[in-house]
DNA sequence: ATTGTACGACACCAAATAGTGTCATGTCAA
DNA sequence: TTGACATGACACTATTTGGTGTCGTACAAT
């Protein structure tokens, strides 16, 4: 039994700023270990590691063993949820707009 | 000075789901007050109130005082910030199909 | 004028979060 | 085989978050 599977929520795991750098990286590098992504921010490398631990919980990253390394790997997938679930107020904020051309019509 | 502006990140203001379920039943509903946001929760007005607060300072509700309710109304277009997030990882989730497309190409 | 409703502001509390340092294990390289 | 590196797991800590109850005030209605 991983500890993997404990399903994290998409929208909590991109609300880090620094969740939203790792996955900026990864979208950038392919793929990356530990150690390349840690220079890239000011905290420790545990630190690092336990935000890349909550996005493979929301499986937004995928990692493989690669000797002594683990590499990391984007999986943009998951995102279409945020993507759908904003979808349904694209309209609202075209709305002003549209309420501004019913004004000007009266 | 006002306490509103905080400046909330969008981002963190809708990781929360009650969060979300205000921003919705706001889009159905165009304007409401606290008192009937409230029955459509298991937590008390207070919780709301401040759920409220938090997407107040995050800019995704108004509110206008009318008598003795204040009425809140949603503002969705800070979500737009989250859209233009989104808009570059697009492309990613649609690279496994990319990337089937190249390899049946071989 | 009094009463009840709606609300914001506070004080408070438990649990989750985001960070730290340390240790054990596995792996590459000399 | 010895030593340095990469990582995961763990213990610990401070701060933030999400909730509670209570109080004071403004307002509406009787």
């Given at each position: ?13 991109i609300?880090d700023p620094t969740r939203r750098k790792i996955i900026r990286l990864l979208a950038d ?8 992504l840690?220079?890239h921010f000011q ?5 690092v590691?336990?935000h890349?631990?909550?996005l ?51």
């Amino acid at each position: 039994m991983k500890k993997t599977d404990e399903k994290r929520d998409v929208f909590v795991a991109i609300a880090d700023p620094t969740r939203r750098k790792i996955i900026r990286l990864l979208a950038d590098s392919d793929e990356l270990p530990l150690h390349e992504l840690t220079p890239h921010f000011q905290m420790g490398r545990t630190a690092v590691s336990k935000h890349l631990m909550i996005l493979r919980e929301a499986n937004l990253v995928t990692n493989r063993k690669a000797g002594r390394e683990t590499k990391y790997r984007l999986n943009a997938e998951p995102l279409q949820e945020v993507k759908d679930w904003l979808s349904f107020y694209e309209k609202f904020w075209n709305e002003r707009a549209a309420m501004l051309k019913d004004i000007l019509e009266d």
